[in-house]
Structures are given as structure tokens and as C-alpha cells.
């Protein structure tokens, strides 16, 4: 039978089941990695897109989503 946990993997490549009362049965598993959220790679890219976003063009291209700016 198949089944699917949550776990997290530490920095020496141990795995944790998110479920603290679960315990892993010795055998053999399929791990499938997920990409990092959305928001942190968001994040990372902040600094660089600010420069653009900071721009009047954008301020005047947005300008009709802030009805008390236009």
C-alpha cells in the first residue's frame, strides 16, 4: 500500500515526518521535492524589480487602480 507524508528534510539530509507521533517503518520510499514557495523566491527578486517599480511610468501605468491618486 502507498501512502503520502509531509516531512522535512534537515541539513544533514535526515527526514522528519511533520506528523510528530508518526514513526517511519525501515523499508524503502519514493521522495518527491517540492520547489521552494512562491514568496521566498518573491522575495529574492524584491530588491531588483523595486528599482523598476519605483518608477514614475509605473506610478502614471497604474494609475487608474488608485482612484485617489489619478
Do not use: C, F, N
Not at 539530509?13 to 510528530?20: D, I, N
Not at 507521533?21 to 522575495?43: F, H, I, N, V, W
Amino acid at each position: 500500500m502507498m501512502k503520502t507524508i509531509a516531512v522535512e528534510i534537515d541539513a544533514q539530509g535526515r527526514v522528519h515526518p511533520l506528523e510528530p507521533q508518526l514513526r517511519l517503518p525501515p523499508g524503502r520510499a519514493l521522495l518527491t521535492l517540492l520547489e521552494p514557495a512562491a514568496g521566498d523566491s518573491a522575495l529574492l527578486a524584491e530588491h531588483a524589480l523595486g528599482q523598476d517599480w519605483l518608477r514614475p511610468e509605473e506610478d502614471a501605468a497604474w494609475a487608474h487602480l488608485q482612484p485617489d491618486k489619478s
